[in-house]
């Protein structure tokens, strides 16, 4: 059975400040996916990450992927106010449905 | 366009009623989902179909019923209603399975009382 993990779950850093979230997955996964979900709002896809060694940015915020650890960071560079929001990475396992496995979700708050 | 939309938004409803919630997409995705987020914000699949085939089915009460009629559409249907049940529940689509961006609606938030 795979589990992902994350960490912190919550987190709340000053504007301006760098921070890195972390996601563990217990077992071999083809892809990761990093999602973003504002309070009351749907979860919008971040990137997602398909192969060791994948690194992806959009604006302040940089995802990689270390297959060989069962790793992924999400990096938040210069933090401001509207990044505030939960994130959440999830893994899956190749197959015939590829089960999608989320973890428990990051709470940033990012204080002026 | 709403690419992934869920009606209704929110529901409150007492314990033992059976309740249905519509989701329907526009993407011309083959495989759409059903996922429930509770109270702590855990997110968990529940169901999904590809092409009108229900190709993931999770360990969820069998009061609970999926239904899709097409690749569009996938309906979630709710017998006998229990307080447990309070969640918000999301449906998202992607074009296979699991595949590279997967869309998700507005939620569906549901209270059971």
């Known amino acids: 059975e795979l589990k992902v993990e994350q960490n912190p779950l919550f987190l709340s850093m000053q504007e301006g400040k760098n921070y890195t979230i972390y996601c563990n997955y217990s077992?071999?996964?083809?892809?990761l996916y990093w999602y973003r979900q504002d309070p009351g709002k749907r979860l919008e896809s971040l990137f997602v990450l398909l192969s060791n060694g994948a690194v992806k940015q959009e604006g302040r915020l940089m995802a990689s992927l270390d297959t060989k650890a069962r790793l992924s960071t999400l990096h938040i560079t210069a933090a401001v106010h509207d990044l505030s929001a939960t994130y959440f990475c999830a893994a899956a396992i190749s197959g015939s449905a590829r089960q999608l496995t989320f973890g428990s979700g990051t709470q940033l708050t990012v204080l002026p | 366009d709403t690419a992934v939309s869920q009606t209704p938004k929110y529901l409150v409803t007492q314990m033992g009623n059976d309740k249905s919630i519509k989701c329907e997409q526009n993407?011309?995705?083959?495989?759409m989902y059903w996922y429930k987020q509770d109270s702590k914000k855990f997110l968990k699949i529940m169901f999904s179909y590809n092409n009108k085939e229900l190709i993931i089915n999770e360990t969820v009460p069998n009061r609970f019923s999926p239904k899709s009629p097409d690749k569009a559409h996938l309906n979630l249907h709710i017998n006998s209603l229990e307080l447990g049940d309070s969640a918000v529940y999301f449906c998202?689509?992607?074009?296979?399975?699991?595949?590279?961006?997967?869309?998700f609606g507005e939620g569906s938030w549901l209270t059971v009382v």
């Open positions: 993407l011309g995705h083959d495989t």
């Open positions: 998202a689509s992607s074009q296979v399975p699991h595949g590279n961006t997967i869309y």
């Open positions: 077992t071999t996964s083809d892809r």
